[in-house]
C-alpha cells in the first residue's frame, strides 16, 4: 500500500478533523458508525525513556500509527490509554508509574464496554509497550461476563514486524538487538515524532543478564526465544539497579532511516486488517450470534439496538465491567 509519510506532520489528538473519537460530537459520531464502526484504541504507558526519549514514548508510538491508518482507512481512534501495565524489572524505576494489574484490567474492560454501548463493537487494541501478556486477559475476561457478539483484538506492534526489528546478525537493520529505549525504539521515534526526541542527550549502556543468549527473549519478542522477556523473573537485574540511565542499549545509533521499511510495513499490514473487517463484517454487521454466544436472541437483538433505539444499554447484564 505504502504512500506513507514520516515523519508525518504532528499528532492530531487535538484536531478537529474527526480521527480521534473524544473530539467529535454525538452527530459525528452516528455519522461515522454508519460508515465505519472499528475503533482503535492505543495503548501506551508513562515510563521513563532515559535523558533523551519522552516518558510517553511507548503511547506516541501508538497514537501516530494509528492516526496515519485511521487517516486512510476512515476508522476512529481512541485517546490512548496513558498509563500501563509494567514487569516487575521495571518497578521503582523514576519517570515510570506502574498501574497494578487488577486496575490496568479494570480499566479496559471498562473501556471495551463504553465503546461497545456507544456502537464500536470492533475494538483494536494497538500496544508497543511490554504489557502485550496482559492486554488479551482485560478482552477474554470482558468477553467471559457479557457475552455478546463483537471483534476485539490485541494487536502488539512488535509482534506483526518482529523481522524488521531484529539485528543485522539475524537480518535486520539495527546494530544491536532491540531492546528498551535504545537504537531500534528510538529510531521508530524519531520517524514518527521526532520533536519530542533531543538526541544529543542520549546516553547508552550495555544490556546483561544472568544467563547465556538465546534463552530469554528480548524487546518486543522478536527473536522468539524460549521464555519471552517478560515471562520471567529474577534472570536479569532490575531496571533502578541495573540500568539507572533508564534506557537498555545503545539508542545513540539510532535513526529515523533504519525503522521506515518496518512502519511501512507495520502500517500497510493494519490496513489490510482493517479492510479485511470491514469487508467481512460492513457497519454494523458483526459474527453471528447464534455462532458466537449461547445469549437469548431477543437479549441479543436488544443489546444492539441499544438504549436509544428500543433496545438495552450493555450495562443490564452486568456493572462494573
Not at 536479569?236 to 545503545?250: F, W
Request: proline share 8%; charged share 20%; hydrophobic share 40%.
Amino acid at each position: 500500500m505504502g504512500n506513507w509519510k514520516f515523519p508525518p506532520d504532528g499528532g492530531h489528538m487535538e484536531s478537529p478533523n474527526g480521527v480521534y473519537l473524544q473530539t467529535m460530537n454525538m452527530t459525528q459520531v452516528n455519522a461515522r458508525l454508519k460508515t465505519n464502526d472499528l475503533i482503535i484504541v492505543p495503548v501506551g504507558s508513562t515510563e521513563c525513556h532515559g535523558a533523551a526519549q519522552p516518558l510517553g514514548e511507548d503511547t506516541f508510538l501508538v497514537t501516530r500509527m494509528a492516526e496515519q491508518v485511521a487517516l486512510k482507512m476512515g476508522c476512529t481512534v481512541a485517546e490512548p490509554v496513558w498509563y500501563g501495565s509494567h514487569p516487575y524489572n521495571h518497578l521503582g524505576m523514576p519517570g515510570t508509574v506502574v498501574v497494578p494489574e487488577e486496575t490496568f484490567l479494570a480499566n479496559l474492560r471498562a473501556i471495551i464496554a463504553g465503546l461497545w454501548n456507544m456502537g464500536f463493537r470492533k475494538q483494536v487494541f494497538l500496544n508497543g509497550h511490554g504489557q502485550e501478556e496482559v492486554i488479551p486477559l482485560a478482552l477474554h475476561q470482558w468477553a467471559k461476563k457479557y457475552q455478546v457478539p463483537c471483534i476485539l483484538i490485541s494487536l502488539h506492534t512488535w509482534t506483526v514486524i518482529h523481522d524488521y526489528m531484529k539485528d543485522k546478525a539475524h537480518g535486520g537493520p539495527f546494530d544491536t538487538p532491540f531492546s528498551h529505549a535504545d537504537e531500534a525504539e528510538a529510531s521508530y521515534s524519531l520517524a514518527l515524532f521526532p520533536e519530542f526526541m533531543d538526541m544529543k542527550l542520549a546516553v547508552d549502556n550495555k544490556p546483561e543478564g544472568f544467563l547465556p543468549p538465546g534463552h530469554v527473549d528480548k524487546g518486543g519478542e522478536v527473536y522468539h526465544y524460549p521464555i519471552r522477556g517478560h515471562e520471567h523473573v529474577g534472570l536479569g537485574g532490575t531496571e533502578v539497579l541495573v540500568y539507572p540511565e533508564g534506557v537498555i542499549g545503545h539508542p545513540t545509533l539510532a535513526s529515523a532511516d533504519k525503522a521506515k521499511a518496518g512502519l511501512e510495513a507495520l502500517l500497510d499490514y493494519m490496513c489490510k486488517l482493517i479492510g479485511d473487517i470491514m469487508t467481512r463484517f460492513p457497519a454494523g454487521q458483526l459474527p453471528p450470534a447464534n455462532k458466537v454466544t449461547m445469549r437469548d436472541q431477543k437479549e441479543i437483538d436488544d443489546l444492539l439496538k441499544g438504549p436509544l433505539n428500543g433496545g438495552k444499554h450493555i450495562y443490564t447484564i452486568s456493572y462494573p465491567p
